[in-house]
Each structure stands twice: as C-alpha cells, then as structure tokens.
C-alpha cells in the first residue's frame, strides 16, 4: 500500500477521489519524494515552546527539503477573457507544486500545502483551490499535510513532559528556553496557580494555558479537516490527507545546541 512507511511511522494518511491510483499509476515518483522527505521529520520540543506554537523550525526544514526534491512554490493564475480583453484574474499561491512530465508529453501536476498550525478557515482556501484548479486542468492531485490527531491530542503531555525533564518551574526558567509569556498568559497561569480552592502547579497552569492558546480546537488539526473532507469541500478533486504524529517530536536536544537553536527560533518572530 502506498505510503506504508509513513503509517509504520504513526503518520495518518486517507485517500479521497481515488487519489491513490491516480499517485501510484501516474506520480509513483514524486510520492515516493514525498514520503522520503516526511520520514526525515523531527522537532525538538524545545523548538515547539520557543516558536511559542508557531511554525517551528522544523516545518521551515520540510519545507527546504520539498523544495530540494522539486516540489516549489508556484502561482497559478486563471484569467476570463471576453473579446481578447481580461475581465477577471484569479491567482492561487501554493506553497509546493510538482510538476512530472506524462507519457502524452503533458505535464501533470501535484499541489502540496503544509498546515502546522494555522487558523482552521485556511483548509477552506486550501480545498476550494484544489477544486477549483482541479476543474480548470491546472493540477490532478492536492495534498494536505497538518498535525496528526495523535500530535493534536497529546501536545499536553507533550508540554508537561518537557516541563519535568527540564525542571522548569517558575516564569524565569522559562525565559532560558526562550518563551516569554504576555502579562495577560502570566496573570491568567497565576491566578490558577494562587487560586485558594483546588491550585495547581505552575507546570500544569503553564501547560493547560500555552496549549489551549498555541493549539486550541480552533487551529488546524486532523478533526478539522476531516470534517471538511467528510462535507465534500474539495471535491471532486483528488486529494490525500497526512497527519504529523506525535512520534516526530524528540526531547532531550544537546545542550550546546539549544542556544542556537532558540535564537533561531526567535529570530522567525
């Protein structure tokens, strides 16, 4: 099956409107180019709490890899014109697009868009994109990849467990792994933490208020788009859905990396 090494891994991937047969028959390559780079996917948890939910580092390097392998950026635009005058022009950025040449001599084309954590509304524009070039002959398969259900459910624990390998216990500890909460996080996480009836931890307070402001029900995760999938926005264009898992996130970064890191990190804000 398509994709295995992938779902070995704990990565989702659905198919819709027969998109795999038409990946396997016609762009076994580039599936194959998709699925490598995936696999090399890893991020530091540090990386997650200093990109404060952000795009992390990480996704700036699936990004370089796509792009490495040919999947990059392109612009379609689609123009009505009435008489030889331009009426109307619609353009359409996808971040990767990979164009495979087909026995006919056409070019097919896949169009790729990464959601690590956006608003939810951006699969809209993402799905009716694929629809509409699909309907247009500018492109024959479009693929999501976004956090996995997994990724999504486990971030708490993904945060708490950080907090305790790291000792992290006050707001200064967390300056050295170069979050800074608003004064309105801090007030919000005191006041949990101070609370006369039923106070909790500085570490749970912290956790449960950085996960429900950076990768709250509202961003973009699994469920979301498969809700959108299930009412058929994007159809009929084929399209594949992958989910990042849980599994990609490392702990326990090196030390002598963490400064750059960070400082990486914070130099994307």
């Not at 009716?128 to 990849?145: P, Q, T, W």
Request: hydrophobic residues 40%; contains cysteine; charged residues 30%.
């Amino acid at each position: 099956m398509m994709f295995d090494r992938l779902r070995q891994r704990g990565f989702q991937v659905e198919f819709h409107s027969h998109a795999e047969a038409i990946l396997s028959q016609d762009f076994p390559t580039a599936a194959d180019e998709l699925e490598s780079v995936l696999l090399e996917t890893s991020i530091p948890i540090e990386e997650i709490i200093a990109g404060g939910g952000g795009e992390t580092k990480n996704t700036q390097r699936l990004r370089r890899g796509l792009a490495a392998a040919g999947w990059g950026t392109a612009t379609f635009t689609i123009e009505k014109i009435i008489n030889g005058i331009a009426r109307e022009a619609i353009s359409h950025k996808m971040d990767h697009v990979r164009y495979v040449d087909q026995r006919d001599g056409s070019a097919g084309v896949v169009a790729l868009e990464i959601e690590w954590n956006n608003k939810d509304p951006f699969y809209d524009r993402d799905l009716e994109n694929f629809k509409r070039l699909h309907a247009e002959g500018a492109i024959s398969v479009g693929i999501i990849v976004t956090r996995g259900r997994s990724l999504h459910d486990n971030m708490l624990e993904l945060v708490l467990r950080f907090f305790d390998q790291r000792q992290i216990q006050s707001f200064d500890d967390l300056l050295r792994w170069g979050y800074d909460p608003t004064a309105k996080q801090r007030a919000a996480i005191l006041k949990r933490v101070e609370r006369a009836q039923n106070p909790i931890t500085f570490r749970e307070a912290f956790a449960q208020k950085f996960v429900s402001d950076k990768f709250g029900e509202a961003t973009t995760h699994w469920r979301k788009l498969d809700d959108r999938i299930a009412r058929g926005v994007g159809n009929p264009c084929p399209i594949v859905t992958i989910g990042l898992p849980d599994t990609i996130v490392s702990f326990g970064e090196d030390v002598e990396n963490l400064d750059a890191l960070i400082e990486a990190v914070a130099g994307e804000e």
